[in-house]
């Protein structure tokens, strides 16, 4: 996966020399509540393919006392070359969205009214609990290095992500509420499944020249 590569080759990058264990420690400070953890094998499985790619070199394999040996890793030119290229890549684009949610919401009107407002009520509980966690993260911690010697120290521009990433949570639980209350209040009708009739309709329409027209439109404008 591009985002384990892009971390380790990055982490060995900014603290190289620098052995897995230390590497998979700092990605642990690193996770956002609510985002899935890059496993230890994700990680060890990352640095020996590096190191075949030649993006980065073994430095040394030590044993410290009864302890297991760690072997001990720097970036390679070949290896910034690429680090370089994926962090220009993957900032500069904005991928197609790829929400389990927004897949699944096509389909809201299989379910009742109330499960779906349930549901989105359930779904805006747990991001709003994501958006206090996330806030009290960066309460406890701080962008001064000086002043984080005791571990609360966080890079300026993670704490910025972290802002990011609790804005995005509660700008989705908001649209979540707001959506149930549509749906309670009556103001947005979830039809249920098509009948016959309608479904053919649907088929038909789909086949028309002025639908494959309008879907190449609507494709030109998220290509822009």
């Known amino acids: 996966m591009w985002s384990t590569r892009l971390l380790v080759l990055g982490l060995v990058r900014w603290l190289g020399p620098v052995h897995g264990y230390l590497v998979r420690r ?3 400070t690193w996770r956002m509540p609510g985002i899935a953890e890059v496993g230890a094998g994700s990680i060890y499985h990352a640095l020996k393919r590096l190191t075949a790619e030649g993006q980065i070199e073994v430095v040394a394999t030590e044993s410290v006392d009864a302890r297991p040996a760690r072997t001990t890793y720097k970036i390679t030119a070949k290896g910034e070359t690429e680090f370089q290229r994926t962090l220009r890549e993957k900032l500069w684009e ?3 969205s790829e929400d389990p949610f927004h897949t699944a919401w096509t389909f809201a009107p299989v379910l009742s009214a109330a499960e779906n407002a349930a549901m989105l009520r359930q779904r805006a509980e747990t991001l709003y609990e994501r958006v206090e966690t996330a806030t009290m993260l960066l309460g406890m911690t701080t962008a001064d290095f000086m002043q984080g010697q005791e571990g609360s120290y966080v890079p300026a521009h993670a704490r ?6 609790a ?3 509660a700008v989705d639980a908001e649209w979540c509420e707001n959506t149930a209350e549509r749906i309670e209040s009556g103001d947005l009708v979830l039809a249920p499944d098509l009948d016959a009739e309608q479904a053919a309709y649907w088929r038909e329409s789909i086949q028309s020249d002025e639908f494959v027209a309008k879907v190449a439109q609507w494709q030109d404008l998220f290509k822009r």
């Open 26 to 28: 700092e990605l642990d």
């Open 160 to 165: 910025a992500m972290m802002k990011r990433q």
């Open 94 to 96: 904005i991928p197609p």
């Open 167 to 169: 804005d995005l949570w």
